[in-house]
C-alpha cells in the first residue's frame, strides 16, 4: 500500500471528528479517568494507590501525583530518580509517620487488655505472681515511654558538644555511661557520663572529659574490675599506618573533674588484630581478660592477589595458614601479663565469658558458636578443647548469656535472634523484626525487667519479650536513617544507680536522649513507690 493511500484512508477514518475536537474529547476523558483515581486514591490513602498500580520496569509509581515516570539510566548525572533515593525517600516517609505517632499521647498496647490498673487489680487478688507481674508491668511501661532530649553537662561549658557519639557502654550498676565520641579530626576520645537528680524524678548527665584520646578506631569496650568493681575499662584500638593495634587497660578515675593524685594502673598490651574482648568475673580466672583476633585487610587483600595471580600451591597453603594463626582466642592475665592462645579457625566478633565456670564463649564470623574451658590444657588443631558447638547462619555479631547460663542469646549479619540452650545445642527462641546485613550491631538484654533489645542496621530500637519473644515495641531513630547515625542505646529500671530512674538512654550522633516510663517527667514528678 502507497504511503499516500495510507493517510487517505486514515484521514477518512477520521472525518467525523475535527483534531480539535478529538483532542478535546480524548482529554475529557483522561481527566475523568484522573479525576476519578485521585478520588479513590484519596479515600483510600497513598498506600492502597501505591499497591493497586502494577509495577512496571523501568517505571516508578508515584502516589501522591498518581502518575507513573520513567526512572533514566543509572549513568545519567542529571537523573533525579534512582531506586536508592525513591526507597530512602520512601524509608523517610515511614519514619516521621511512626515518629509523629510515637510522639503522641497514646502508645499502643503490648497485649490487648494489658494495663497497669488490671495488672495490679490481679496481683492483688493473688491471680499473679511477683515475678509475673514485675515483667508484665514493665512490658506496659516501655510500650508508653516518652522522648525527651537530654542536655549533657560538661566541666568545660565553652565547648559545644559536636562529636557524635561512637559507643556507649554502662557499668554493671548503670551507674555511669563510658562513653567513645569520634572527633572531627580523625580518632577518638573518652568520657563518662554520670547521672544526678535521680531522686527528684529528673535526669541529669554530666560529661567528665579527659585530655587522653587516640587516633585510631575503637573496635569493642567493655568494663573490668581489677581493683574493685567495674574500675576499669577495657579497649580494643585497631592499628593505623605504622601504629599497630593494641588493648589498653584505663582506669575509670582518669575521667573525673577532681584529678586524682593516682589514677590508678594504665597500661596497653601488644595485640595487633583484636576485635572484641570480655572481661572475666569467675574467681579461678581473676584480673584475666580475651580478646579475639581477625584477618587484617591487607592480609584478605594479598589472599585475593594469591588467587588471582594462581601463586604455587605450597605459598598459598603458607597464605592460609599463616590466616589460620591470626584468627585465634588470646586469654591474658592482666596482672602478670601471661598469654594462652587457642585456634579459632574463624575471625571471631563476639565474646563473653561465663560467671558461674571459667568458661568464655565467642561467635564467629563462620556462624559457629563456641566455648572454652579455661581449666583445660589441650590447646591443639584438633579443636577438641571446644566444649560446645554450635552455628547460626551467618557471622554472629552479638552474644548474651542469661543468668541460667543454661540458655545463650546470639545475633547475626541475617538479622536473626535466637535464643540456644547450650546442653541441647538446639534454639529453643527466635526473636522476629531485627534488621542487620553487614554491620557490627550488639543486642542487650535485662533479665529481671524481662527485656531484650536491639537495635538495627535501618536505626530502629526494637525491645522484645525475653519471655515468649512478642516484639513489644519499635521506636525510629530522632535522626534521618544513615550508616554514621545508627543509635547506641542502654537501658535499665535504675539509670544512675540503686535510686535511679527507669528508662532507655540513646546516643544519636551528638545528641542525647531518655525515654522516661512517666508521661509527667518534665513536671519532674518522682517514680518513688511506683512499683
Avoid at 146 to 163: C, G, I
Avoid at 317 to 332: A, E, H, K, M, N
Amino acid at each position: 500500500m502507497k504511503r499516500g493511500n495510507w493517510r487517505s484512508s486514515g484521514t477518512d477514518r477520521h472525518r467525523q471528528h475535527s483534531p480539535s475536537q478529538w483532542r478535546s474529547r480524548h482529554r475529557s476523558a483522561h481527566e475523568e479517568q484522573e479525576y476519578s483515581s485521585e478520588s479513590t486514591a484519596g479515600d483510600a490513602g497513598p498506600s492502597t494507590a501505591s499497591s493497586s498500580a502494577p509495577e512496571l520496569p523501568g517505571f516508578y509509581f508515584d502516589p501522591e501525583k498518581n502518575r507513573y515516570f520513567r526512572l533514566l539510566p543509572g549513568h545519567n548525572n542529571c537523573n533525579p530518580l534512582t531506586k536508592e533515593g525513591l526507597q530512602k525517600k520512601e524509608e523517610e516517609r515511614k519514619r516521621s509517620a511512626l515518629l509523629a505517632e510515637d510522639d503522641g499521647p497514646r502508645k499502643k498496647a503490648p497485649r490487648t487488655g494489658l494495663n497497669s490498673a488490671l495488672l495490679l487489680q490481679k496481683r492483688h487478688l493473688g491471680l499473679l505472681p511477683p515475678s509475673s507481674y514485675s515483667r508484665l508491668i514493665h512490658e506496659v511501661k516501655v510500650s508508653g515511654m516518652h522522648r525527651h532530649q537530654l542536655e549533657v553537662q560538661r566541666s568545660n561549658s565553652t565547648s559545644p558538644n559536636t562529636d557524635n557519639f561512637h559507643l556507649i557502654v554502662a557499668d554493671s550498676a548503670c551507674e555511669r555511661v563510658f562513653t567513645v565520641n569520634d572527633v572531627s579530626h580523625g580518632g577518638c576520645k573518652y568520657g563518662i557520663m554520670n547521672f544526678h537528680g535521680c531522686r527528684k524524678g529528673s535526669l541529669s548527665v554530666e560529661m567528665c572529659d579527659n585530655l587522653y584520646f587516640t587516633n585510631r578506631k575503637v573496635n569493642s569496650v567493655c568494663w573490668a574490675s581489677v581493683t574493685h568493681t567495674d574500675s576499669h575499662v577495657l579497649l580494643c584500638l585497631v592499628g593505623i599506618s605504622q601504629t599497630p593495634g593494641c588493648v589498653s587497660l584505663l582506669p575509670a578515675s582518669l575521667f573525673s573533674n577532681f584529678n586524682p593524685d593516682q589514677p590508678g594502673m594504665l597500661c596497653s598490651f601488644k595485640i595487633s588484630t583484636a576485635w572484641s574482648c570480655a572481661w572475666c568475673l569467675n574467681p579461678q580466672a581473676d584480673k584475666t581478660f580475651s580478646t579475639g583476633e581477625v584477618m587484617t585487610l591487607c592480609l584478605y587483600v594479598f589472599l585475593q592477589f594469591a588467587v588471582g595471580m594462581k601463586i604455587t600451591f605450597y605459598f598459598y597453603l603458607f597464605i592460609f595458614l599463616y590466616l589460620g594463626l591470626s584468627r585465634q582466642v588470646i586469654v591474658t592475665d592482666a596482672v602478670t601479663g601471661r598469654r594462652a592462645t587457642y585456634l579459632a579457625g574463624s575471625d571471631v566478633l563476639a565474646q563473653q565469658f561465663a560467671v558461674r565456670a571459667p568458661v568464655l564463649f565467642n561467635g564467629c564470623r563462620s556462624g559457629e558458636i563456641f566455648s572454652i574451658d579455661l581449666r583445660q590444657r589441650d590447646r591443639g588443631r584438633t579443636h577438641g578443647w571446644k566444649t560446645n558447638r554450635f552455628f547460626q547462619e551467618s557471622a554472629i555479631t552479638s552474644i548474651q548469656l542469661l543468668q541460667d547460663e543454661n540458655y545463650l542469646l546470639a545475633a547475626d549479619m541475617l538479622g536473626k535472634i535466637k535464643l540456644w540452650d547450650i546442653r541441647v545445642k538446639r534454639s529453643v527462641k527466635q526473636y522476629e523484626g531485627h534488621h542487620n546485613e553487614y554491620a557490627y550491631l550488639p543486642i542487650h538484654v535485662n533479665e529481671p525487667e524481662g527485656l531484650l533489645l536491639a537495635v538495627g542496621q535501618d536505626c530502629y530500637t526494637r525491645l522484645w519479650s525475653l519471655h515468649d519473644s512478642r516484639l513489644l515495641r519499635t521506636i525510629p531513630s530522632p535522626h534521618p536513617a544513615g550508616k554514621d547515625s545508627i543509635p547506641n542505646v542502654v537501658f535499665s529500671s535504675q539509670l544512675g544507680g540503686r535510686r535511679g530512674l527507669p528508662g532507655l538512654l540513646m546516643a544519636v550522633r551528638h545528641d542525647l536522649y531518655y525515654y522516661s516510663y512517666d508521661k509527667d517527667y518534665q513536671d519532674g514528678l518522682t517514680l518513688e513507690g511506683q512499683f
